[in-house]
């Protein structure tokens, strides 16, 4: 069966209900996860309605498969022109998730890898249950490119800074172990068991009085109407880097490089 076969037969995202909390699996396992426009729709749709659900209180995001949460975007599919944003609501950003802003408590459950785009992903995340096999990390810049997807700006604010600079310089993973040790994730279970983690987490979250924590999240992120006033400048400066990065021949040469399997040539041009 072929690609687009597979996506046709199967839903792009998976919903599920446990209790007072609602399960959302990316589900293109065959593909690593990584996000296509079909994706960033279900997703987002997902999302929003968990939402306007008076009786959803926690939601959980997790990857299909045990050995890759999110891979990304979808490089295949960027390649074929395709849209990877939600085509009504391309406000709400990669994968329909990193600039939708919800009042429910938002729990990334990573079962494997989370790069690039995974991992912004986990950093859009309230709290984070990660495997033991799991990795971070923002390897934009090996491909002529930045985390546009809030990484760069949003690892700054939750690791300590040069800790989050190495990162986001040398492009290179941070194990599970490492993660929880600078404050990335929350806690780090055994491989299998992520999902169950993350909902028992959620489970603590939703013992108490909904309205109040939903309140609570509000405040703290200083969100209002759904939106974060403090992060959209920080939106603002990623999309006029990325336009003008966009432009260069390293931006060209970088995902040049990787079709071919070969080191990239930089020019700084």
């Known amino acids: 069966m072929n690609e687009s076969a597979t996506d046709v037969a199967s839903p792009a995202a998976l919903v599920e209900r446990r209790g007072n909390v609602a399960l959302i699996t990316i589900n293109r396992p065959e593909a690593r996860n990584a996000v296509n426009g079909a994706v960033s729709t279900a997703v987002g749709d997902a999302l929003s309605a968990a939402q306007a659900d008076p009786d959803v209180w926690a939601v959980v995001i997790t990857g299909a498969g045990d050995k890759s949460f999110c891979a990304g975007a979808d490089l295949k599919a960027i390649s074929r022109g395709e849209n990877l944003f939600h085509d009504e609501h391309p406000e709400w950003g990669f994968a329909g998730y990193v600039h939708h802003f919800v009042d429910k408590p938002t729990i990334a459950a990573v079962n494997g890898t989370a790069l690039g785009g995974g991992s912004e992903l986990a950093l859009a995340s309230d709290l984070v249950v990660a495997c033991e096999s799991a990795s971070f990390g923002l390897p934009e810049v090996k491909r002529g490119l930045i985390a546009g997807a809030g990484g760069v700006f949003r690892i700054v604010e939750q690791l300590p800074r040069k800790v989050a600079l190495e990162l986001v310089f040398t492009g290179e993973p941070m194990a599970a172990a490492d993660a929880l040790r600078w404050g990335l994730i929350n806690e780090v279970v055994p491989d299998g068991a992520v999902v169950e983690a993350a909902i ?67 020019t700084a041009r």
Do not use: C, H, M
Request: no cysteine; proline share 6%; glycine share 6%.
């Open 200 to 266: 028992a987490l959620a489970e603590r979250i939703t013992v108490n009085a909904p309205l109040s924590v939903q309140a609570s999240k509000r405040l703290a992120y200083g969100a209002d109407g759904g939106i974060i006033a403090d992060e959209e400048p920080k939106w603002e400066r990623t999309t006029r880097e990325f336009t003008e990065l966009l432009k260069s021949e390293d931006a060209k040469e970088g995902p040049r490089a990787f079709a071919e399997k070969r080191r990239p040539v930089w």
